[in-house]
């Protein structure tokens, strides 16, 4: 089994910053992707952003350029750099791990909420 645990998420002005924490413990094995989702209110989870490796990332379009997804394998520590953020970023934020068996893990999410 694998837990993960996210943290923080908050309130923010638009323009403004957060990082993104997500602490992974377990049985964790490399290598594996991770990733960062959302859900708005009232939409569906949708992907934010993966990495498998420390040079192998994708983003969804809205986010290219303001967000940076990372992580540091000796801390089993997922991480999201956001900066210029909008109205429309909004939601909660979820990690995910997904082991090469293909087990697939989800963290309980953080809120994030940006004003105008």
């Known amino acids: 089994q694998v837990q993960l645990v996210e943290s923080g998420g908050g309130l923010v002005q638009a323009g403004g910053s957060l990082r993104l924490s997500c602490a992974a413990s377990g049985s964790i094995f490399s290598p594996n992707a991770m990733g960062w989702y959302r859900q708005a209110p009232g939409k569906q989870r949708e992907l934010v952003a993966t990495?498998?490796?420390?040079?192998?990332?994708n983003y969804a379009d809205s986010v290219k350029g303001r967000f940076t997804i990372s992580r540091d394998d000796a801390k089993n520590t997922l991480y999201l750099q956001m900066n210029s953020l909008k109205p429309e970023d909004t939601g909660v934020y979820y990690c995910?791990?997904?082991?090469?068996?293909?087990?697939?893990?989800w963290g309980q999410g953080t809120m994030v909420t940006v004003s105008s």
């Open positions: 995910r791990v997904t082991q090469q068996s293909g087990a697939t893990y």
């Open positions: 990495i498998i490796s420390s040079i192998t990332t």
